[in-house]
């Protein structure tokens, strides 16, 4: 696998030879594919199609069998469809998301200083059209699609370093070095999160060039674009992918069909490619229908694999009829720190909201109004915790007594609901009524409103934020619910015109998942603090708002700089743990409200390897993609 790839080492080295093993052991018998796959006409044998390593994908249950459509449903905008089938990164995490493990990579090598890692691609991998997959394609990625000024194309995540990009180089064919300015150990965990990372920058050369105008006559990057982005890929019929199945139909609004990938580069121990199943088959529902479609279907058994959508309120009637739906419901965690959360932007246009945002007392008067009780009563059946915004409960930097103590410390800080406190602390920043019409003014005399964004189709955030909304004009603050489509919310954020935005259920490890949830380091839709004051610090500060200075928010951004370059794990965690006391001191940064709820996932009787327990709260970690569905299958 990596040497000096972090974390356990020698759990690492373990997995990775029981993985070489395994591969050795697949390699040297015949290896077999679906029957259905035996009359396409012109499609080379099986021992041409896979790379001279296949990655061996040990089974949770069994060996399985080939044949059958998988039936879910998703959201118009594909975004849990995405991943299910998009994510293959470098790395996936483990199953249960202690590491990461080869996936496209066959394995990568760190240099001792962490500040140079070659990487090493399978020779012999093809795309679904049968071209091969090389390093040609990653260096295409960095040359023509991120250093080409004229493509919409920034520097990832991961890839800067001190306010230096990294450089590539190609070694060979199968394998790249990237070269940073200073340590970067954690640049594998955070390039392999989910199926917008390096899942994202692996792209067909041979195929992109024809919408690139510095290889074919083309007016602009739209085309070019829609293939590039991980939100449109999907529904480009066509696109050849290295996933395991490829999209063969699709009508917009009502149905996507995925085929298997007959050049898919992933066996079973016996030696027979993935994946087992034939289709995907994927009915397609608006944010607002999805929620009834997912129950009622789900019940009728008309579905075979579903882990979103569903309300908490119907986990009584999905567990009712399981029997007659034919169907399980698993209880997967969410791992999610707050359904939802509220992220206050400090990038607002408004310079006087701002002012109140940073200061501690305002922030502090808003979260010790909310009545988190009554909204896990009312909203989560009393499943849910009512918590201040932290990290997830399962992150790895808790797991010591220390780390126990400061994450109990930071989710119950200023929890407690005392309205008499809010008002007090609003009276001495001058936050109070001057022209008696019974709101809350600014300290200058100007009217005071708290405008908060969130999406139309989450039902539990506007339930919830229908209570909060309750609490905040209980202390005299007007408080403007803006209910919008994904995106509305999008260009909003992006503007600086968001006041505050009331997200979904979220989860998020330190530095491994979404660290920018809780430093303004990323330039991400789910950027606390604001997009523009993420961006700032990801350019180098060539772009955005910068933090203010001594403000929290840069107090934040140094930490994360000194906790991500710390090559030593014991260090890496001391750091983060440092960087966290900030929101104790000055705190509270973001709200949150209730989080560590459960989450249904309906699996039919007939489908099997689908494990027991997952994350479903993150994108970042990659599920259903990580529980490895390439090696579902269903029994006859």
Do not use: C
Not at 136 to 149: C, I, K, Y
């Amino acid at each position: 696998m990596a040497a000096r790839s972090g974390g356990n080492r020698a759990f690492r080295a373990l997995l990775f030879t029981a993985a070489l093993l395994a591969s050795t052991a697949a390699s040297a018998q015949e290896y077999r594919q679906a029957p259905g796959l035996d009359s396409v006409a012109g499609l080379p044998p099986i021992a041409e199609r896979l790379p001279s390593d296949p990655l061996v994908v040990p089974p949770v249950e069994s060996i399985g069998q080939y044949g059958g459509t998988l039936r879910n449903i998703s959201r118009d905008e594909l975004d849990w469809l995405r991943q299910l089938i998009m994510v293959e990164p470098f790395a996936r995490f483990e199953r249960d998301v202690s590491g990461v493990r080869p996936n496209v990579l066959k394995g990568w090598t760190w240099n001792d200083a962490y500040t140079e890692v070659t990487m090493n691609f399978r020779k012999g991998m093809k795309w679904s059209d049968g071209e091969p997959f090389t390093a040609d394609d990653f260096m295409f990625f960095w040359n023509d699609l991120v250093l080409d000024e004229s493509i919409p194309v920034g520097l990832p995540s991961g890839t800067v370093v001190n306010e230096v990009p990294m450089t590539v180089d190609k070694i060979d064919d199968y394998t790249v070095k990237l070269t940073f300015a200073a340590p970067n150990p954690l640049f594998m965990e955070l390039a392999s999160r989910g199926h917008y990372n390096s899942a994202q920058w692996l792209v067909p050369a041979h195929y992109l060039k024809q919408f690139h105008p510095k290889y074919a006559e083309v007016k602009d990057t739209t085309a070019l674009m829609a293939r590039y982005n991980a939100t449109s890929r999907l529904q480009q019929v066509g696109m050849p992918t290295l996933a395991g199945w490829v999209v063969t139909e699709y009508t917009p609004g009502q149905r996507i069909v995925a085929q298997r990938n007959p050049y898919y580069w992933k066996v079973d121990p016996d030696g027979q490619q993935l994946p087992y199943i034939d289709t995907i088959d994927t009915a397609i529902a608006t944010p607002d229908s999805a929620r009834q479609a997912v129950l009622l279907k789900g019940m009728a058994g008309q579905l075979d694999f579903q882990a979103r959508e569903f309300n908490l309120s119907d986990v009584s009637l999905l567990m009712e009829n399981q029997e007659s739906g034919d169907y399980t419901i698993k209880m997967w965690s969410r791992g999610d720190f707050a359904w939802p959360w509220l992220m206050i932007t400090y990038d607002h246009k408004d310079q006087g909201i701002v002012d109140l945002f940073y200061e501690q007392k305002f922030r502090i008067a808003l979260s010790q109004a909310m009545d988190r009780n009554k909204y896990n009563d009312v909203v989560s059946f009393g499943l849910a915790k009512p918590r201040q915004f932290s990290m997830s409960p399962e992150s790895p930097e808790f797991r010591t007594p220390e780390g126990q103590e400061l994450y109990e410390q930071w989710s119950s800080s200023y929890v407690e609901h005392d309205p008499e406190l809010a008002k007090k602390l609003l009276d001495e920043l001058g936050v109070v009524d001057k022209d008696g019409d019974g709101r809350r003014d600014r300290p200058d005399g100007s009217k005071l409103q708290l405008i908060v964004d969130m999406p139309a189709s989450d039902p539990q955030t506007v339930a919830v934020m229908d209570l909060v909304k309750e609490d905040w004009d209980a202390i005299g603050i007007d408080t403007i619910l803006n209910p919008i489509d994904n995106s509305a919310l999008t260009t909003r954020a992006e503007s600086g015109a968001m006041m505050m935005r009331a997200w979904p259920s979220a989860a998020g490890w330190g530095l491994m998942s979404a660290p920018t949830v809780w430093a303004p380091v990323e330039a991400r839709e789910w950027s606390m603090g604001g997009i523009s004051i993420s961006r700032h610090f990801q350019s180098g500060g060539t772009e955005g708002t910068a933090p203010r200075k001594g403000s929290m928010l840069e107090k934040l951004q140094e930490a994360y700089a000194l906790a991500s370059k710390q090559v030593d794990p014991a260090a890496r965690d001391a750091a983060l743990l440092d960087a966290y006391r900030i929101y104790l001191e000055d705190g509270p940064i973001t709200l949150g409200t209730i989080g560590e709820h459960p989450s249904p996932v309906l699996v039919s009787n007939k489908l099997h390897n689908v494990p027991d327990t997952g994350m479903i709260g993150s994108h970042d970690f990659g599920f259903p993609a990580t529980a490895d569905p390439e090696q579902f299958y269903f029994s006859k």
